[in-house]
């Protein structure tokens, strides 16, 4: 049985809040590397059956350093449980046929990877990795190559659109 293992690179794209600290404010880990001081005022959004609930990303240390510094709050209370999983809002900018935004690489890398999970019919010949990694520019056995290392693949995929300066071209 061959194994293909199918990646894309998932850092600047969510987060997962961990500990209700108020009916409004949060602590959270991201989901994929982000620097804390990147992050710090940017507006994140989390989807319920209900709809959206919308916050900011607020630091709690002068320079903040680590995830710890910072804490998402929300303008009302609300009943979100530890695992609840959000994205960052980030600007999106269509001009002609030029997108931009901050890490729409990633965003577009996982998102055509989840998309083609439906799509993928069971193979007695074959076993599907679908992986969304973090850390790749890292090396050193993070990212992909760690689960590369791990399932040693016959094939992979890499899911890796390229950016120009200034934005994706469609």
């Known amino acids: 049985k061959i194994i293909v293992l199918v990646e894309s690179h998932l850092d600047e794209v969510g987060l997962c809040l961990t500990?209700?600290?108020s009916p409004t404010t949060y602590q959270f880990v991201t989901i994929g590397q982000s620097l804390p001081e990147e992050l710090v005022n940017g507006k994140v959004s989390i989807t319920t059956r209900l709809g959206a609930i919308n916050g900011r990303i607020n630091a709690t240390a002068q320079n903040p350093q680590t995830l710890a510094?910072?804490?998402?709050?929300f303008p009302r209370?609300?009943?979100l449980q530890p695992g609840t999983?959000?994205?960052y809002q980030r600007f999106f900018r269509l001009q002609k046929n030029l997108i931009s935004s901050p890490a729409l690489d990633n965003r577009v890398g996982c998102a055509a990877l989840l998309s083609c999970l439906p799509s993928i019919k069971s193979n007695p010949k074959a076993t599907y990795i679908f992986a969304l990694t973090s850390q790749e520019e890292q090396g050193q056995g993070k990212g992909a190559a760690a689960?590369?290392?791990k399932f040693k693949p016959d094939f992979a995929v890499v899911v890796a659109p390229s950016t120009l300066e200034g934005g994706l071209k469609v």
């Open 69 to 73: 510094d910072l804490q998402v709050n």
């Open 147 to 149: 689960v590369a290392q």
């Open 85 to 87: 999983v959000g994205y």
């Open 77 to 79: 209370p609300t009943k």
């Open 19 to 21: 500990n209700r600290l």
